[in-house]
């Protein structure tokens, strides 16, 4: 048994520290909540995200597509306030609008993770619906007219005809928006969303030793990253591939 005066070597302090962060009282729990949580909202933020994006993005390109001298005005009003909600949420900084959503609009919730899941899809639905409408525009104009002279409406050309097209034009932009999105679910701490950067916390201050938490947080994200780097990379590549036959 080591001595109470005994010096302590490099490697004892790190498993002594290692420990405390991550083993003792089965710490370990905490950061793999915290994972679960963290993907949770991703996805949900995620898939609102992609809603508002294709919402807004075909409102605006249908706007922007009419021709001169055919303009409508409910759907130039309409796509008036889309331009203002676009605006506002990439103008201001997620933190902000975090703190609104959490300390203002919903003051009384006690539903963190879901306030902060509703903020960072609204967000992401304002980067999102920009993609979404630089695809669309992409497209050549004349897919459009070749799907409605055999006879389909507006809305099944888009569906059928424009939006599988722009899809593969802009999903490496997608895919880093979701990387994004990935990373900034830790910002849900702030109003008390229980993800991974909240069990890194935790853990620091009960230790009072931040290093181990906050660098085993980081591996984590790092991890997580690369892994759905790495699947989005299969699934492109086989887009690509189906294009080839």
Known sequence: MMAANEPTTLWQQF?????????????????????????YVTVLALML??????????IRTA??????????P??????????????????????????????????????????????????????????IRGGLMSVDHGQMEAGRSLGMNYTDTMRFVV???????ILPALGNE??????????????????LLYAARSVASRNYEPMYPYLGAAIIYLLLVMLFTWLLGIFERRLRASDRR
Do not use: C
């Not at 706007?63 to 409508?72: A, F, L, S």
């Not at 796509?79 to 003051?107: C, D, E, H, S």
């Open 74 to 131: 409910v759907l130039g009003f309409i796509n008036g306030l889309l331009k203002i909600y676009v605006t506002v949420i990439r103008g201001t900084p997620m933190m902000v609008q975090l703190m609104i959503m959490g300390l203002v609009i919903f003051a009384s919730s006690r539903n963190f993770v879901m306030v902060g899941a509703l903020t960072l899809g609204i967000n992401s639905g304002a980067y999102t619906a920009e993609i």
């Open 15 to 39: 498993y002594v520290l290692f420990y405390q962060a991550f083993i003792e009282n089965d710490r370990w729990l905490q950061y793999l909540n915290g994972v679960v949580t963290t993907l």
């Open 49 to 58: 995200g992609v809603i508002l994006g294709i919402i807004v993005a075909v």
């Open 178 to 195: 979701f990387i994004v999105l990935l990373k900034d679910t830790s910002l849900i701490s702030v109003i008390g969303g229980k993800e």
């Open 163 to 169: 939006v599988p097209q722009a899809i593969k034009a």
């Open 63 to 72: 706007h922007d597509q009419q021709r001169p001298g055919h303009k409508n």
